[in-house]
């Protein structure tokens, strides 16, 4: 059992910055990739970025040039550095992690964060 706590998340003005944090946890399991999600009102949840163990990245068109991931393997730990904020980035923000030998999707309780003036 894997075990995802994210941290980070809040209300900032626009143009403004926010790092999401995600921390795993739980018995002994090999990553295939974590990343973020998110979800806005009233739309699908969309993948936001993602990283694998070999450090590839993967970003939504949306965010990139915007928005930063990175991991801590030692400390099992991935964050999103957030800049340049739009309020369509408003939402709820949550923590995946895939399982190297199963490809098993573990999820957070999600963060929300809000950006508005």
């Known amino acids: 059992q894997v075990k995802l706590v994210e941290s980070g998340g809040g209300l900032v003005q626009p143009g403004g910055s926010l790092r999401l944090s995600c921390a795993a946890s739980?018995?002994?399991?090999?990553?295939?990739?974590m990343g973020w999600y998110r979800q806005a009102p009233g739309k699908q949840r969309e993948l936001v970025a993602a990283?694998?163990?070999?450090?590839?990245?993967n970003y939504a068109d949306s965010v990139k040039g915007r928005f930063t991931i990175s991991r801590d393997n030692a400390k099992i730990t991935v964050h999103l550095q957030m800049n340049s904020l739009k309020p369509e980035d408003t939402a709820v923000y949550c923590c995946?992690?895939?399982?190297?030998?199963?490809?098993?999707?573990?999820w957070g309780k999600g963060t929300l964060v809000t950006v508005s003036s």
């Open positions: 739980g018995s002994r399991f090999s990553i295939y990739a």
């Open positions: 990283i694998t163990s070999g450090g590839n990245t």
């Open positions: 995946n992690l895939v399982v190297a030998d199963t490809l098993y999707n573990y």
